[in-house]
């Protein structure tokens, strides 16, 4: 399924699944995120792009309230989630990634996805758990991992596999949280031209169902997979739409794109 066609599939009115309103903040006398409306509809997949230095990763940072906000409000799914934890977000269905791959390298694939589910099931704060507990997460593992394309990797060391592959293996211990709202920092960054079209293929086969936003400086990927663009440009919002509006405008191209952008 393209972006197109998920486009279409649209209802005329999405519900917002995130929405910020005057999203600010300031370090000292440095403006990082200056007055930031966002609303991202419900079952798409929204990107954030804009030139180094633009605030797309602060702007993550706010959405996921690892950072403070100065002033403005951000709701999820109708709440106000403004002065929540992170943790209390990831309770409420929301889960970054980040630009690092952030895996357990000497567990295996299983196990790193297996501490994922224990999380979700409330066993990640009981120690000395007996085998069998551990063993009833078997079925959602290996699901996870066939989901990922990984289920012939399951028993090797993260440490030993590719980049790729553990991106991959990071899209599986997110996608176990069971998160309705998916916030994805650079997912194809470092990563061999080789990799980047499977793991494309499994965020778009990840959105089914859930909403996606994902920073990303690859266009290609963002034309192929995002429904819609926000582009930021020194912590506020230059532009907004979809990526044929988006490359068509000529603020946009001359700031960002650049002129070769076909």
Same mark, same amino acid.
């Given at each position: 399924?393209? &972006? ?8 005329? !009115? &999405?519900?917002? =699944?995130?929405? =910020?309103?005057? /999203? ?14 966002? $609303?991202?509809? *419900?079952?798409?997949?929204?990107? /954030?792009?804009?030139?180094? #230095?633009?605030?797309?990763? @602060?702007?993550? #940072? ?14 999820? +799914?109708? @709440? ?6 992170? *943790? ?47 063993? &009833? ?11 990922? +394309? ?9 440490? $030993?596999?590719?980049? +790729?592959?553990?991106? !991959? /293996? *990071?899209? !599986?211990? @997110? %996608?176990? %949280?069971?998160?309705?709202?998916? /916030?994805?920092? *650079?997912?194809? &960054? ?42 930021? =440009?020194? #912590? !506020?919002?230059? =532009? ?19 002129? +070769?952008?076909?």
């Amino acid at each position: 399924m393209t &972006a197109h066609d998920r486009t279409l599939q649209q209802p005329v !009115a &999405a519900r917002a =699944a995130l929405s =910020a309103r005057g /999203l600010s903040k300031r370090f000292g006398d440095f403006q990082a995120i200056d007055d930031v409306t966002l $609303e991202v509809a *419900e079952g798409t997949i929204h990107a /954030l792009i804009g030139p180094n #230095g633009a605030g797309k990763s @602060t702007l993550f #940072g706010l959405l996921t309230k690892f950072i403070p906000p100065t002033s403005g409000t951000i709701t999820l +799914g109708g @709440t106000d989630i403004t002065r929540f934890k992170p *943790e209390e977000v990831v309770r409420q269905g929301m889960v970054r990634s980040f630009q690092i791959s952030a895996v357990f390298p000497h567990l295996s694939l299983r196990d790193n996805v297996r501490v994922a589910l224990q999380h979700k099931h409330g066993l990640d704060r009981q120690f000395w758990l007996p085998e069998r507990r551990l063993n &009833a997460l078997n079925g959602e593992v290996d699901a996870l991992l066939d989901k990922v +394309g990984l289920s012939d990797l399951a028993g090797r060391l993260a440490s $030993e596999v590719s980049y +790729g592959r553990k991106r !991959a /293996l *990071e899209l !599986a211990t @997110t %996608l176990a %949280l069971d998160p309705q709202v998916m /916030l994805l920092d *650079e997912p194809m &960054a470092g990563m061999a031209s080789a990799d980047i079209g499977t793991i494309a293929d499994l965020i778009r086969r990840s959105g089914e169902g859930r909403t996606i936003i994902m920073v990303e400086h690859n266009l290609d990927v963002v034309e192929d997979l995002c429904d819609r663009v926000t582009v930021l =440009a020194r #912590g !506020a919002v230059l =532009a907004e739409g979809s990526f044929d509006e988006i490359r068509a405008s000529q603020e946009v191209r001359e700031s960002y794109m650049g002129a +070769g952008h076909d």
